[in-house]
């Protein structure tokens, strides 16, 4: 016999409890299903505006990273003590005191890159990414699940940011991943790679409009992708049933 609960005078049945995804779905949504970049479009800002080269974008993303794990966790650890009606200006404090501290330490120990993201490192306390998983999920969810979730949007972004770099590096100044030394140490200047004269480079790719025109190919291609696997399902699918 089904439970019942009484509201406002009748009986009414239990709402039909969700089940929780699982951890690699929790990942595999971070990463490729709701890639906050590709799929939600949120960080616009410094997605347009530091992708110019390889290194910049890939050391965006790190700090980025750092900031949305650990903030995450914070949160999820001190969500149940959290006053509701004040849980937005506690998450901002909390992001920004994280901010603060991993904008020093690149300050300190990499201070070319620090020069290249300028503002956009400061900027990303109010990077809407962060402030969304704090508010969405790890506000209500354990630490292990709200980190998980992190590690995946973090990395999801930074692939986003890594390949637009990339490509409007390429394109704009022909040659790729220039600058990893300051990112990377001595060691990655090996890394740097000059691919053709820059005389034959495509200017308007390190441009502003470069980058609008650039994130459109990759999401017009994410979209190619998932429709097509969709429509090989679809397929077997029909297959399946005819042998039947």
């Known amino acids: 016999m089904k439970d019942h609960i009484e509201v406002e005078g009748k009986l009414q049945p239990d709402a039909p409890v969700q089940k ?12 490729w299903k709701d890639n906050p970049g590709l799929c939600q479009l949120l960080g616009m800002c410094p997605l347009l505006a530091v992708t110019t080269s390889a290194a910049n974008a890939l050391g965006l993303g790190i700090a980025t990273i750092l900031v949305m794990v650990l903030s995450s966790m914070v ?12 849980r937005i200006p506690i998450y901002v404090v909390v992001i920004a005191s994280l901010v603060t501290a ?11 890159l620090y020069q290249q993201l300028g503002i956009y490192l400061a900027l990303i306390v109010t990077n809407c990414i962060i402030m969304g998983r704090a508010e969405a999920f790890a506000g ?16 999801g972004f930074t692939l986003v940011l890594f390949a637009l770099g990339a490509i409007r590096e390429i394109l704009g100044s022909g040659t790729l991943f ?16 000059h691919l053709y ?15 609008f025109f650039v994130l459109a190919f990759l ?15 679809k397929k077997k699918a029909r297959i399946r049933s005819v042998n039947i």
């Open 219 to 233: 999401i017009a291609g994410k979209n190619y992708l998932d429709t097509r696997s969709e429509r090989i399902a």
């Open 102 to 112: 991993v904008r020093f330490e690149i300050e300190a120990h990499f201070p070319e």
């Open 178 to 193: 220039v600058g990893a030394a300051d990112l990377l140490g001595p060691w990655a200047k090996d890394l740097e790679v």
């Open 20 to 31: 929780q995804i699982s951890l690699w779905e929790i990942f595999i949504k971070g990463i």
């Open 75 to 86: 949160i999820s650890i001190i969500r149940k003590v959290v006053v509701q009606e004040i």
């Open 140 to 155: 209500k969810n354990n630490l292990l699940r709200s980190t998980v979730d992190a590690i995946a949007c973090g990395i």
């Open 197 to 211: 004269n820059p005389d034959f480079s495509v200017l308007i790719a390190i441009l502003p409009p470069g980058g």
